[in-house]
Protein backbone atom coordinates (compact mmCIF):
# COMPACT_ATOMS: atom_id res chain seq x y z
CA UNK A 1 0.00 0.00 0.00
CA UNK A 2 0.88 3.48 -0.51
CA UNK A 3 2.89 5.34 2.36
CA UNK A 4 0.54 8.38 3.15
CA UNK A 5 1.47 11.08 5.59
CA UNK A 6 -0.19 14.75 5.18
CA UNK A 7 1.67 17.97 6.07
CA UNK A 8 2.48 18.53 10.08
CA UNK A 9 0.99 21.68 10.57
CA UNK A 10 -2.26 22.11 9.23
CA UNK A 11 -3.43 25.64 9.48
CA UNK A 12 -7.33 26.47 9.05
CA UNK A 13 -7.16 29.37 6.71
CA UNK A 14 -4.94 27.23 4.13
CA UNK A 15 -7.10 24.05 3.13
CA UNK A 16 -9.81 23.95 1.02
CA UNK A 17 -12.88 23.23 2.24
CA UNK A 18 -15.01 20.24 -0.03
CA UNK A 19 -18.67 20.73 -0.67
CA UNK A 20 -20.50 17.09 0.09
CA UNK A 21 -23.64 19.02 -0.18
CA UNK A 22 -26.01 21.86 -0.19
CA UNK A 23 -25.14 22.10 4.18
CA UNK A 24 -22.20 19.89 4.09
CA UNK A 25 -18.38 19.98 4.09
CA UNK A 26 -15.41 18.72 5.30
CA UNK A 27 -12.05 19.86 5.27
CA UNK A 28 -9.82 16.99 5.35
CA UNK A 29 -6.60 17.75 8.10
CA UNK A 30 -3.82 15.44 8.92
CA UNK A 31 -3.80 11.92 8.24
CA UNK A 32 -1.43 8.75 7.18
CA UNK A 33 -2.45 5.12 6.74
CA UNK A 34 -3.41 4.48 10.36
CA UNK A 35 -5.05 7.38 10.81
CA UNK A 36 -7.38 10.29 9.20
CA UNK A 37 -8.90 13.67 11.04
CA UNK A 38 -12.00 15.08 8.79
CA UNK A 39 -13.67 18.76 10.31
CA UNK A 40 -17.30 18.58 9.14
CA UNK A 41 -19.40 21.48 8.83
CA UNK A 42 -23.56 21.37 8.90
CA UNK A 43 -25.91 24.01 8.24
CA UNK A 44 -29.08 22.91 10.07
CA UNK A 45 -31.00 20.30 8.45
CA UNK A 46 -27.41 18.69 7.12
CA UNK A 47 -27.80 15.01 7.23
CA UNK A 48 -25.34 12.20 7.48
CA UNK A 49 -27.46 9.50 6.40
CA UNK A 50 -27.48 6.21 8.58
CA UNK A 51 -24.15 4.11 7.26
CA UNK A 52 -21.74 1.69 8.23
CA UNK A 53 -17.58 1.15 7.81
CA UNK A 54 -15.08 -0.56 9.13
CA UNK A 55 -13.10 1.95 10.35
CA UNK A 56 -13.08 2.83 14.07
CA UNK A 57 -14.23 6.21 14.53
CA UNK A 58 -14.26 8.78 17.57
CA UNK A 59 -15.73 12.23 16.85
CA UNK A 60 -15.79 15.26 19.03
CA UNK A 61 -18.54 18.42 18.99
CA UNK A 62 -16.84 21.30 18.48
CA UNK A 63 -19.98 23.26 18.42
CA UNK A 64 -24.02 23.06 17.32
CA UNK A 65 -26.13 20.05 18.26
CA UNK A 66 -27.07 17.13 16.56
CA UNK A 67 -29.67 14.19 17.05
CA UNK A 68 -26.96 11.27 16.92
CA UNK A 69 -28.15 7.89 16.19
CA UNK A 70 -25.21 4.89 17.24
CA UNK A 71 -26.47 1.24 17.08
CA UNK A 72 -30.27 1.85 17.71
CA UNK A 73 -29.66 4.73 20.04
CA UNK A 74 -30.48 8.29 19.71
CA UNK A 75 -29.28 10.77 21.87
CA UNK A 76 -28.72 14.83 21.06
CA UNK A 77 -25.10 16.19 21.46
CA UNK A 78 -23.72 19.32 21.85
CA UNK A 79 -20.47 21.47 21.72
CA UNK A 80 -17.82 19.43 24.10
CA UNK A 81 -19.82 15.91 23.85
CA UNK A 82 -17.97 13.02 21.51
CA UNK A 83 -18.81 9.65 20.56
CA UNK A 84 -17.18 6.14 19.45
CA UNK A 85 -18.24 4.39 16.37
CA UNK A 86 -16.58 0.34 16.49
CA UNK A 87 -16.08 -0.57 13.07
CA UNK A 88 -19.20 -2.07 11.23
CA UNK A 89 -21.64 -0.04 13.63
CA UNK A 90 -24.82 1.75 12.11
CA UNK A 91 -24.53 5.42 12.96
CA UNK A 92 -26.02 9.02 11.50
CA UNK A 93 -26.39 12.12 12.59
CA UNK A 94 -29.08 15.24 11.82
CA UNK A 95 -27.95 18.34 12.68
CA UNK A 96 -30.38 20.77 14.96
CA UNK A 97 -28.04 23.70 15.11
CA UNK A 98 -25.30 24.73 12.60
CA UNK A 99 -22.32 23.23 13.96
CA UNK A 100 -19.24 21.30 13.31
CA UNK A 101 -18.08 18.25 13.75
CA UNK A 102 -14.15 16.41 13.91
CA UNK A 103 -14.23 13.31 13.07
CA UNK A 104 -11.29 10.75 13.57
CA UNK A 105 -11.01 7.20 11.58
CA UNK A 106 -8.15 4.67 11.68
CA UNK A 107 -7.39 3.37 9.20
CA UNK A 108 -7.55 6.47 7.47
CA UNK A 109 -10.42 6.79 4.78
CA UNK A 110 -9.46 5.68 1.64
CA UNK A 111 -12.36 6.72 -0.40
CA UNK A 112 -12.11 10.21 0.92
CA UNK A 113 -8.85 10.86 -0.89
CA UNK A 114 -10.08 8.93 -3.99
CA UNK A 115 -12.31 11.87 -5.01
CA UNK B 1 -4.53 -8.42 23.63
CA UNK B 2 -7.69 -7.43 25.72
CA UNK B 3 -10.27 -6.21 23.60
CA UNK B 4 -11.21 -2.64 24.36
CA UNK B 5 -14.00 -0.22 23.80
CA UNK B 6 -15.38 2.69 25.32
CA UNK B 7 -18.94 3.67 25.81
CA UNK B 8 -20.46 4.65 22.50
CA UNK B 9 -21.80 8.36 23.75
CA UNK B 10 -19.43 10.85 25.89
CA UNK B 11 -20.86 13.55 27.09
CA UNK B 12 -18.86 16.41 28.20
CA UNK B 13 -20.56 16.60 32.13
CA UNK B 14 -20.23 12.74 32.54
CA UNK B 15 -16.53 11.59 31.94
CA UNK B 16 -14.35 13.19 34.72
CA UNK B 17 -11.00 15.36 34.24
CA UNK B 18 -7.57 13.45 35.37
CA UNK B 19 -5.30 16.14 36.62
CA UNK B 20 -1.93 16.31 35.17
CA UNK B 21 0.00 18.90 36.26
CA UNK B 22 -1.23 22.73 38.36
CA UNK B 23 -2.11 23.70 34.10
CA UNK B 24 -3.20 20.35 32.35
CA UNK B 25 -6.18 18.39 32.97
CA UNK B 26 -7.51 15.42 30.51
CA UNK B 27 -10.65 13.58 29.61
CA UNK B 28 -10.15 10.52 27.91
CA UNK B 29 -13.36 10.17 25.77
CA UNK B 30 -13.85 7.89 22.97
CA UNK B 31 -11.25 4.85 22.10
CA UNK B 32 -10.85 1.38 21.21
CA UNK B 33 -7.86 -0.70 20.82
CA UNK B 34 -6.94 1.02 17.16
CA UNK B 35 -8.01 4.48 18.04
CA UNK B 36 -8.20 7.13 21.09
CA UNK B 37 -9.58 10.55 21.91
CA UNK B 38 -8.13 12.37 24.55
CA UNK B 39 -9.23 16.33 25.21
CA UNK B 40 -6.44 18.36 26.59
CA UNK B 41 -7.04 21.66 28.99
CA UNK B 42 -4.37 23.82 28.81
CA UNK B 43 -4.06 27.06 30.87
CA UNK B 44 -1.51 29.48 30.03
CA UNK B 45 2.45 28.46 30.66
CA UNK B 46 1.20 24.82 30.57
CA UNK B 47 4.04 22.60 28.88
CA UNK B 48 3.44 19.33 26.79
CA UNK B 49 7.37 18.54 27.25
CA UNK B 50 8.50 17.56 23.65
CA UNK B 51 8.62 13.63 23.11
CA UNK B 52 7.91 11.51 21.06
CA UNK B 53 5.98 7.90 20.66
CA UNK B 54 5.23 5.12 18.50
CA UNK B 55 1.63 6.47 17.63
CA UNK B 56 0.31 8.43 14.90
CA UNK B 57 -1.14 11.22 16.35
CA UNK B 58 -3.47 14.56 14.84
CA UNK B 59 -4.61 16.71 16.86
CA UNK B 60 -7.77 19.75 16.28
CA UNK B 61 -7.29 23.24 18.07
CA UNK B 62 -10.63 23.99 19.78
CA UNK B 63 -9.49 27.03 21.22
CA UNK B 64 -6.30 28.74 22.61
CA UNK B 65 -3.11 29.32 21.53
CA UNK B 66 0.06 27.53 21.42
CA UNK B 67 3.70 27.72 20.22
CA UNK B 68 3.82 23.99 18.82
CA UNK B 69 7.32 22.28 17.85
CA UNK B 70 7.31 19.29 15.42
CA UNK B 71 10.62 18.03 13.97
CA UNK B 72 12.50 21.16 14.14
CA UNK B 73 10.29 23.48 13.40
CA UNK B 74 7.81 25.97 15.59
CA UNK B 75 4.89 27.63 14.67
CA UNK B 76 1.86 29.19 16.46
CA UNK B 77 -1.29 27.02 16.38
CA UNK B 78 -4.63 28.79 17.38
CA UNK B 79 -8.20 27.75 17.70
CA UNK B 80 -9.33 26.01 14.37
CA UNK B 81 -5.73 25.19 13.23
CA UNK B 82 -4.66 21.19 13.62
CA UNK B 83 -1.70 19.15 13.19
CA UNK B 84 -0.24 15.17 12.35
CA UNK B 85 2.64 14.05 14.76
CA UNK B 86 3.79 10.87 12.40
CA UNK B 87 5.21 8.09 14.39
CA UNK B 88 8.66 8.61 16.49
CA UNK B 89 8.37 12.22 15.23
CA UNK B 90 9.48 14.81 18.28
CA UNK B 91 7.17 17.11 19.25
CA UNK B 92 5.84 19.73 22.18
CA UNK B 93 3.52 22.16 23.23
CA UNK B 94 3.59 26.11 25.62
CA UNK B 95 0.56 27.39 25.84
CA UNK B 96 0.67 30.86 24.99
CA UNK B 97 -3.26 31.53 25.43
CA UNK B 98 -5.52 29.39 27.54
CA UNK B 99 -7.25 26.79 25.95
CA UNK B 100 -8.22 23.25 24.74
CA UNK B 101 -6.26 20.41 21.83
CA UNK B 102 -8.40 17.30 21.20
CA UNK B 103 -5.66 14.58 20.50
CA UNK B 104 -6.31 11.25 18.86
CA UNK B 105 -3.50 8.37 18.20
CA UNK B 106 -3.47 5.17 16.64
CA UNK B 107 -2.90 2.84 17.93
CA UNK B 108 -4.58 3.65 21.35
CA UNK B 109 -2.49 4.88 24.12
CA UNK B 110 -2.12 1.78 26.74
CA UNK B 111 -0.35 3.82 29.18
CA UNK B 112 -3.12 6.62 29.72
CA UNK B 113 -5.33 3.83 30.88
CA UNK B 114 -2.67 2.15 32.97
CA UNK B 115 -2.53 5.78 35.17
Known sequence: MEK????LFLMENEIPWERIDDKLSRQIVGYNNDIMM???KFKEGGIGPVHDHIHS???YV????FEMFIDGETRIIRGGDSFYIPPHVSHGAVCIEEGMLIDV???HREDFLED
Open 62 to 65: VSGA
Open 4 to 7: LGSD
Open 57 to 59: QVT
Open 38 to 40: VKV
Open 105 to 107: FSP
